[in-house]
């Protein structure tokens, strides 16, 4: 089956091209349905038994089990796996971007401006937390043009790698997030009827688009400090004909009014800051939410056991996602508080994925859930 997505600007795959495409989703799905499920294993005995004999208890930390699975050559050699599959995701589908940046161009032209809008911001600072590692071990991360003049491949990458990288769980257009958490949304404030919506740290609109669906008549705006993602971002939009008004400004402070919107969301946005970043980012929605308005965030938060953390954990340490870990201690409910937001309106949740019985077969089994958190201004 080809690995495609269902709109006119997803960048081609050559036979081959997808060929080895099809076989880095496979390779990641064997690693997360076969191999990982082994660590569970070591760590429920083994580990759990070494640690206990030594220190009078079970592991309690981060930090106890990324090192005490670490000794494992079983974890070692997942690990190798993983780590090897995330640099041959971006060597096999960067030059298939690349090839094809000029029909791309072309493309673009005939997708524009026809519904949303897009602003780009050359001069904008890029934080240290992007420029200082490259995320998740995209080269270049999200933010670095290989053209002078500015262009899309890293956007376009993104369309493409997310896919894989995903195995297939969001859907065919990447887009299960966005949909999974405004529908949750919807159920639990169903009188709320937003007339703006702010998605932050969008990339390229995966999750932004469904908004467009969930509230008709909403105007949608999306923020990232990517260039090249919100310049795909914007022709991806206009070529499944929706309207997304995309900009590229810092999360930290963007350049709306005070009480602009109504509805503010992030996905998988906070992960990939810093822990000063965050909280100035919580304090931007306080100041950008009109009153009544709400702010909800979708993000890679472990809860409950702690095993549910390793896996963030090790990226955290292993694949160039510096405040995945550090962000599973934070006290989101505290962070908002301080940022003006009222502790009682504060809401944890879990919104449950949409396409989980979509996945076909080479694919994942689907995410299960998205833990969110927000609160009401
Ligand atoms: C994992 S991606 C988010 C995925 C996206 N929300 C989706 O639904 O597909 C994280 C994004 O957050 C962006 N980001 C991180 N810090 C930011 C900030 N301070 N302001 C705006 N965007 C930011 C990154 O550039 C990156 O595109």
Redesign the pocket.
């Known amino acids: 089956m080809p690995v495609n997505a269902t709109h006119a600007m997803f960048p081609d795959a050559w036979h081959d091209e997808q060929s080895r495409q099809h076989f880095i989703r496979s390779l990641k799905v064997h690693i997360a349905q076969d191999v990982m499920p082994g660590n569970k294993t070591l760590f429920d005995g083994p580990v759990q038994t070494r640690f206990r004999k030594t220190h009078g208890r079970g592991i309690e930390t981060r930090k106890e089990i990324r090192e005490e699975l670490g000794k494992e050559p079983y974890n070692q050699l997942w690990g190798s796996m993983l780590r090897t599959s995330q640099e041959m995701l971006y060597d096999t589908v960067r030059p298939s971007i690349e090839r094809q940046l000029p029909d791309l161009n072309q493309k673009a032209k005939k997708f524009s401006g026809k519904n949303g809008s897009l602003r780009l911001n050359p001069d904008l600072a890029m934080?240290r937390?992007?420029t200082a590692v490259d995320?998740h071990s995209k080269p270049g991360?999200?933010?670095t043009n290989v053209t002078d003049e500015g262009d899309m491949v890293a956007g376009a990458e993104?369309d493409r790698t997310?896919h894989l990288y995903f195995m297939g769980q969001a859907g065919p257009n990447?887009d299960d997030?966005?949909v999974s958490t405004g529908t949750w949304f919807k159920q639990r404030f169903p009188n709320f009827k937003p007339k703006r919506i702010l998605?932050?740290?969008?990339?390229?609109?995966?999750?932004?688009v469904p908004y467009v669906d969930h509230f008709p008549g909403a105007e949608v705006h999306a923020?990232?400090?990517?260039g090249p993602?919100v310049r795909y971002g914007h022709h991806r939009a206009e070529a499944l004909g929706k309207a997304v008004h995309f900009s590229q400004?810092?999360?930290?402070h963007t350049d709306f009014p005070d009480g602009y919107f109504d509805l503010i969301t992030?996905?998988?946005?906070f992960?990939?800051?810093s822990v000063k970043?965050s909280r100035a980012?919580v304090k931007e929605c306080y100041r950008l939410l009109a009153p009544g308005g709400i702010m909800l965030h979708a993000d890679a938060i472990g809860r409950g056991e702690i095993y549910s953390k390793y896996f963030v954990e090790w990226n955290a340490h292993n694949n160039a996602e510096p405040y995945l870990g550090t962000m599973q201690d934070e006290d989101w409910k505290a962070i908002s508080t301080t940022a003006g937001f009222d502790p009682k309106s504060y809401f944890e949740d879990a919104a449950p994925s949409a396409y989980v019985a979509r996945s076909d077969r080479g694919e994942g089994k689907g995410f299960g859930q998205y833990n969110v958190f927000g609160a009401v201004k």
């Open positions: 934080p937390y992007h995320i991360a999200y933010h993104y997310i990447n997030m966005g998605d932050m740290g969008c990339t390229v609109g995966h999750a932004s923020i990232d400090v990517a993602c400004q810092n999360a930290e992030s996905h998988l946005m992960h990939e800051t970043a980012i």
